[in-house]
T-cell receptor, first 119, second 115 residues
Framework: GAVVSQHPSRVICKSGTSVKIECRSL??????MFWYRQFPKQSLMLMAT?????????EQGVEKDKFLINHASLTLSTLTVTSAHPEDSSFYIC???????????????FGPGTRLTVL | AQSVTQLDSHVSVSEGTPVLLRCNYS??????LFWYVQHPNKGLQLLLK??????LVKGINGFEAEFKKSETSFHLTKPSAHMSDAAEYFC?????????????FGSGTRLSIRP
């Protein structure tokens, strides 16, 4: 149980184009979803937190107009990287949280990640 | 404020020898603590978690960790390393009283296994 999927697993795009990444909780409803970014040989950096039906909360330094987050349902959140540039190339990981699944311990269930390469 | 420190950025051990990955935390409350493993170009897999029950926590693949409040530590151990254990390991702390559900990642420890 508590499986999170991401699609696509890998994407290569040209500079200036937009890319959408989907995050789905497959067997539970996610009260909260999180988006992380990971540069090579570094830890995960939280980009934003989103709750279904409300605007995402972005971490300091993350451009909300560049990284659009839509949490349309309790099982789906999307991250759109708009007008992508080579510096946006990174590994993007989503996670989902549900206290009914994890108790009140803030355990997050992680997707497998999406490797974005912007040429 | 919460924080987590992984004391070693890289640990190298020989196959069959013990593994020790160190983690210290800082939290105003009784925290929840997690260890995750990440293989190259893969997502995170939960190894084990401490949630205020038993202080010695057993996880998958023979890993275990002991919560020591007096030392504010949650070190990860394994009696005998296997080649497949080579990966990046993250210690994570969470405040269960936080309504934001955020977790804090350590900087990670890369574990290498020598044949």
């Amino acid at each position: 149980g508590a499986v999170v999927s991401q699609h696509p697993s890998r994407v290569i795009c040209k500079s200036g184009t937009s890319v959408k990444i989907e995050c789905r909780s497959l067997d539970f409803q996610a009260t909260t979803m999180f988006w992380y970014r990971q540069f090579p040989k570094q830890s995960l950096m939280l980009m934003a937190t989103s709750n279904e039906g409300s605007k995402a909360t972005y971490e300091q330094g993350v451009e909300k107009d560049k990284f659009l987050i839509n949490h349309a349902s309790l099982t789906l959140s999307t991250l759109t990287v708009t007008s992508a540039h080579p510096e946006d190339s990174s590994f993007y990981i989503c996670s989902a949280d549900n206290t009914l699944v994890s108790g009140h311990y803030n355990e997050q269930f992680f997707g497998p990640g999406t490797r974005l390469t912007v040429l | 404020a919460q924080s987590v420190t992984q004391l070693d950025s890289h640990v190298s051990v020989s196959e069959g020898t013990p593994v020790l990955l160190r983690c210290n935390y800082s939290s105003s409350y009784s925290p929840s603590l997690f260890w995750y493993v990440q293989h190259p170009n893969k997502g995170l897999q939960l190894l084990l978690k401490y949630t205020s029950a038993a202080t010695l926590v057993k996880g998958i693949n023979g890993f275990e960790a002991e919560f020591k409040k007096s030392e504010t530590s949650f070190h990860l151990t394994k009696p005998s390393a296997h080649m497949s254990d080579a990966a990046e390991y993250f210690c994570v702390v969470s405040d269960p009283n936080s309504s934001a559900s955020k977790i804090i990642f350590g900087s990670g420890t890369r574990l290498s296994i020598r044949p």
